[in-house]
């Protein structure tokens, strides 16, 4: 009799996209094989503590007030004693006495579901990493490059992709004299380079009104962007990842649809999109409410080569998971450049999977995730730090 896997699905979390996270994390360990595996819910609080029970797998519960929080148990991931017996242990926080010991709770892999920073940005999986724990998605290496806007663009240009021109703004700089050294036009496009949801993003019209939106951006992020504008924008979006033989395919393509000219949270997550469930189908230029997909005017040969760039940069940037690539397209010249990685999209975009040809259910999806995830952990573990000729002082008496 074999045992089922064991999964912690983490999400919740410090970002400011704490409760896109916490609908990803439920959709999870709804979608989750039960045939196979048993995930539990690990909520991370707005305050960064880490929580475990029952309660936490009923939406009505969010977020947790202090009576909801007396049903569960609030625990730590120990780097350096997490693992034993062949598992991995949440243990209670301040929980046993003299005669009983806290209680842990024990798996076998773990789900970030978290999005934006403290999650999606190399943080967590840095302590996954140092534990070998089998986790889902990008790396460390992956999910910090990412979370850079600039640093991806660089990558991305490398791997042959074309980007708009972009100046980084540090918040130490004279924003006048950088401002001065930007030798592209009016108007520009003002955004941070770490948070995500559009987020004190704008487009800014000259440079007093550019040293305006970057003076906003600081209070929210200690890094900003100045890019091309691009006019008539339309956008698309397409996901890439690798299937269990290796081969690397991409997802259906969606054209988001935009009412207004505002770039805003609630334009991106509270207009029906998160809340309705959403189903694509293969068929091109399906719409739903905020979305075409496979949108018929890219069938010029630009789909194709919007899903050539995706596999190149997630080739270049060893992604993993179920990331979305964002390109922007002017819409008048049919000219399209790439703009950044999400390496962890809201509900891991599988509804862009489910409309891809050949069709991916969620729960497939995750399961390869996790597959995936095992085979990575193991080439990891394999690279043994090799001690040079000489190299070692001390005698490894016991060891
Ligand atoms: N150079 C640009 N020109 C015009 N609009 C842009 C540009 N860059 C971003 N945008 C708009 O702003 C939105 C948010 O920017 P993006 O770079 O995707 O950051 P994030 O999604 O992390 O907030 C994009 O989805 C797009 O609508
Ligand atoms: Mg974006």
Redesign the pocket.
Known sequence: MSEKIKVAVVFGGLSSEHDVSVLTGLEVLEALNPAKYEGFPVYVGLDGQWWVGDALRNRANYIPDAATKRSLTRVSLNVGAAYEGGRWLLREVGGGGLLSKPKTFAFDMLIPALHGTWGEDGTLQGVLAAEKIPFAGGGVDAMALTIH?MWTLGAANQAGLPT?PTMFVSKQDDLDDKLDSWRGDYPV?V?PNY?????G?R?AKTPDDARAALTEVFRLDHAALV????PN?I?YNVAVRRRADGTVVTSAIERPL?KDES?TFKDKYLSGDMASKLSGGSNPGLVNATRVINPPELEDGRAAQVRAWAVALFEALDLAGAPRL?F?CNEQTGEIWF??VNPLPGSFGYFLWEAATPSVGYSELLDDMLVEARARVRNRVRVIDPVANGGAIFPKRGV
């Open positions: 806007k708009p496009f955004k948070l995500g949801s559009s987020i993003a487009v890019q091309r504008c691009i924008l956008e935009r770039y964002d922007l703009n950044e």
